[in-house]
């Protein structure tokens, strides 16, 4: 009995047709690009249902897909702020429950140092936190270590290999990102004052 009540209901939904569209929903149809169309449907005040048959009808006649527009949903303003509540706490129990750690300050040996450049493109920053004993901002200092290294051996044309990647990252950041900076003065960013 529920199942033809539901199946009734149903029936009874009546969806917008083209000839029944709302002024905004047609204003929304007129939209050129993914990007002028998420805006227009963040700012109305059309129902999701609306919204739903009016993107199936739009997607038909302009070519765009799904894709491209949740690649202008998530560079829009609106959805950034959204995507952005509660961030910082997300990012520090994440840091709390990967800190491995205990309170202690990470000393970098040579060979794990050496580990780490063999490791570094195979893990996730967690898991090499807990790899290597220390905490998630630990780990992601040797990367910057790393990247600058490798960057700077770029630079030179220089072969990346294990001894000369080590070499470098025994170099304390800030002088390394000076290095930087001096063989490649356009692409390095400028700090914002």
Not at 97 to 114: A, M, R, T, V
Not at 138 to 165: D, F
Request: proline share 3%.
């Amino acid at each position: 009995m529920a199942k033809k009540e539901a199946i009734s209901n149903k029936k009874n939904k009546k969806e917008a047709t083209p000839e029944k569209m709302s002024e905004e929903m047609k204003k929304l149809l007129q939209k050129k690009t993914a990007d002028a169309y998420v805006d227009f449907a963040v700012k109305s005040s059309l129902s999701p249902a609306e919204k739903r048959f009016v993107t199936r009808q739009w997607l038909e006649k302009t070519g765009f897909t799904i894709e491209d527009i949740n690649y202008a949903r998530n560079r829009h303003p609106y959805w950034k702020k959204i995507k952005m509540k509660g961030a910082s706490e997300r990012t520090k129990s994440r840091m709390v429950k990967y800190d491995f750690s205990k309170g202690n300050h990470k000393k970098w040996g040579k060979e794990e140092l050496q580990e780490f450049i063999d490791l570094n493109n195979k893990f996730a920053d967690f898991e090499l936190a807990e790899k290597f004993q220390c905490s998630i901002p630990a780990i992601q200092g040797v990367r910057r270590l790393y990247n600058l290294a490798s960057r700077i051996l770029e630079l030179e044309g220089k072969n990346k290999t294990k001894a000369a990647m080590h070499k470098l990252m025994l170099i304390n950041e800030k002088a390394l990102r000076n290095m930087y900076r001096e063989m490649n003065p356009g692409k390095a960013k400028s700090k914002k004052k």
